[in-house]
């Protein structure tokens, strides 16, 4: 089983930057393919940005807009999202999910789930 937990989500103002991490434990971190989504209030669940075993990632940039960076350390068992002028709609849960199989976009397709950390981002 594979424990996800995030972290560095907090309240932060139009144009500054947070770095969320994601800590994973349970399995060889190397072994699994990450990604990183979020849900804001009243809204589905989003893609942000994926991350493959290999170093290789994908971005929503529709949504990023070439803001956000995604990275993995896999000697500390730990990816992250790198978040730079944010905007009020960046406002969300961030979720960090991982599976062994699967590195895309459809989030119902990852086996694991961290429980997630609040981004709010003030006008």
């Known amino acids: 089983q594979v424990q996800l937990v995030e972290s560095g989500g907090g309240l932060v103002q139009t144009g500054g930057s947070l770095r969320l991490s994601c800590a994973a434990s349970?399995?060889?971190?190397?072994?699994?393919?990450m990604g990183w989504f979020r849900q804001a209030p009243g809204k589905e669940r989003e893609f942000v940005a994926t991350?493959?075993?290999?170093?290789?990632?994908?971005y929503n940039e529709y949504t990023v807009k070439s803001r956000f960076t995604i990275s993995r350390v896999n000697a500390k068992s730990t990816m992250y999202l790198e978040m730079k002028y944010l905007e009020p709609e960046d406002t969300a849960v961030y979720y960090c999910?991982?599976?062994?199989?699967?590195?895309?976009?459809?989030?119902?397709?990852?086996?694991?789930w961290g429980q997630g950390t609040q981004v709010t981002v003030s006008s």
């Open positions: 991350i493959s075993r290999s170093g290789s990632f994908v």
């Open positions: 349970g399995r060889a971190f190397g072994s699994l393919h």
């Open positions: 999910a991982a599976d062994p199989s699967y590195t895309g976009l459809v989030d119902t397709h990852y086996n694991y």
